[in-house]
T-cell receptor, first 113, second 109 residues
Framework: ETGVTQSPTHLIKTRGQQVTLRCSSQSGHNTVSWYQQALGQGPQFIFQYYREEENGRGNFPPRFSGLQFPNYSSELNVNALELDDSALYLC????????????FGPGTRLTVT | QQPVQSPQAVILREGEDAVINCSSSKALYSVHWYRQKHGEAPVFLMILLKGGEQKGHDKISASFNEKKQQSSLYLTASQLSYSGTYFCGTGGYTDKLIFGTGTRLQVFP
């Protein structure tokens, strides 16, 4: 059973650029949630995807968007990057949208200069 | 809306016990506990569901008081590997996890 994987590991972008982050969910999981974690803070919920549909969104602007594919892998896209977008981006997969445990990937460290 | 954790930090010797608390201002349907080591992803420890169901770790226990909207994580006979930052994640009816403020735990030999 493979765990949750994310790519890339690190990324440096310039303000105003666009970025795409990728996540492969754990085998058997159909739900992916994305989180932003600033240094010293807890993860902040961005949105969740269940069977290719967005299933809830946190307090993030529309320039944060996502996709889920038929194999349940997922992408997070961020347009018009701002300096405050610098953070660790985590994805987590779970078996259902119900109250099941979430398993996190190693994260992508995004730095915006 | 972010759950508040206490204490903010704990320092222990190996073998000592600790309790970490998580309190929410919203009605809770689930509480999730995670441990995160520096530079690593959060690791699932335990989930507690409204109605009493629990799923989790053999050596860690937790309680969930639905009326008080509180949960506590009990770490007994701590080991060096327990060091890290502990986060609770609370789920309301919409089931989206809101993570708490975090508790930093350090265990020394």
């Amino acid at each position: 059973e493979t765990g949750v994987t994310q790519s890339p590991t690190h990324l440096i972008k310039t303000r105003g650029q666009q970025v795409t982050l990728r996540c492969s969910s754990q085998s058997g999981h159909n739900t992916v949630s994305w989180y932003q974690q600033a240094l010293g803070q807890g993860p902040q919920f961005i949105f969740q995807y269940y069977r290719e549909e967005e299933n809830g969104r946190g307090n993030f602007p529309p320039r944060f968007s996502g996709l889920q594919f038929p194999n349940y892998s997922s992408e997070l896209n961020v347009n018009a990057l701002e300096l405050d977008d610098s953070a660790l981006y985590l994805c987590a997969s779970s078996q259902t949208t119900g109250y099941s445990e979430q398993y996190f990937g190693p994260g992508t460290r995004l730095t915006v200069t | 809306q972010q759950p508040v954790q206490s204490p903010q930090a704990v320092i222990l010797r190996e073998g000592e016990d600790a309790v970490i608390n998580c309190s929410s201002s919203k009605a809770l349907y689930s509480v999730h506990w995670y441990r995160q080591k520096h530079g690593e992803a959060p690791v699932f420890l335990m989930i507690l569901l409204k109605g009493g169901e629990q799923k989790g770790h053999d050596k860690i226990s937790a309680s969930f008081n639905e009326k008080k909207q509180q949960s506590s994580l009990y770490l007994t006979a701590s080991q060096l590997s327990y060091s890290g930052t502990y986060f609770c994640g609370t789920g309301g009816y919409t089931d989206k996890l809101i993570f708490g403020t975090g508790t930093r735990l350090q265990v020394f030999p």
